[in-house]
């Protein structure tokens, strides 16, 4: 089972709020990823990292910017939320075994911006 | 750009009863993954399939992949009330791309 933490969970703020979603791994993994879901809707990647100072955006644009200072901690940052960007954001580090590509998710952080 | 298209996106099915689920894919890839969600949870790995014709089996799902044909897909086999939930595909490309998902419904 895989070992990927999100916190918080839950998020209810107030827009112009500046918010840092946290992920953590303890797998050593250097692939991470964060993906956005609105409920009962697809994935879309919004950033991606492939080790330390690497990050990437993905395909879906994104207002929020990531760091990757350490290979297990890969934090999402708004600088100033609105009611746009409520929705679910998942976290995900990839298994490292010879070329499976396997991501295995954190639980998700629910972010409600009023 | 790679494209994902699952079908169908909603299926209420009786238990007892098969049914499959398709996953297409626009572009080459020979790794395709699908997973489970449930209602407010993350998503849960189920198969990995690495090469064409890859079969993987768990209980009552069983996935494939062609390759050829750009297409898996999730077999399900006696449905049970259990099996309720969203059933993601996710293709590779530089990252993972993700179908729109099929929220089934197992009904006694």
């Known amino acids: 089972e895989a070992d990927i933490y999100q916190t918080p969970r839950y998020l209810v703020i107030g827009t112009g709020k500046k918010i840092t979603l946290e992920c953590s791994q303890t797998?050593?993994?250097?692939?991470m990823y964060w993906y956005q879901q609105d409920p009962g809707m697809e994935l879309h990647l919004i950033h991606y990292?492939?080790?330390?100072?690497?990050?990437e955006k993905g395909d879906l644009s994104s207002e929020s910017t990531v760091s990757r200072i350490r290979t297990e901690h890969f934090p999402l940052t708004l600088e100033s939320a609105r009611p746009s960007h409520t929705s679910q954001y998942l976290c995900?580090?990839?298994?490292?075994?010879?070329?499976?590509?396997?991501?295995?998710f954190g639980e998700g952080s629910r972010l409600t911006v009023l | 750009e790679l494209k994902v298209e699952q079908n169908p996106l909603f299926l209420s099915m009786q238990e007892g009863k098969n049914y499959t689920i398709y996953c297409n894919y626009s572009?080459?890839?020979?790794?395709l993954y699908w997973y489970r969600q449930d209602p407010g949870k993350s998503l849960e790995s189920l198969f990995v399939?690495?090469?064409?014709?890859a079969v993987k089996q768990e209980g009552r799902l069983m996935a494939s992949l062609d390759t050829k044909a750009r297409l898996s897909t999730l077999h399900i086999t006696a449905a049970v009330h259990d099996l309720s939930a969203t059933y993601f595909c996710?293709?590779?490309?530089?990252?993972?791309?993700f179908g729109k998902g099929t929220s089934l419904l197992v009904t006694p």
């Open positions: 995900a580090s990839e298994l490292d075994t010879p070329n499976t590509g396997e991501l295995f």
């Open positions: 797998m050593g993994h250097d692939k």
């Open positions: 990292s492939y080790g330390v100072n690497s990050t």
């Open positions: 572009t080459t890839s020979d790794r």
């Open positions: 399939l690495l090469s064409n014709g």
């Open positions: 996710a293709v590779a490309g530089y990252a993972l791309n």
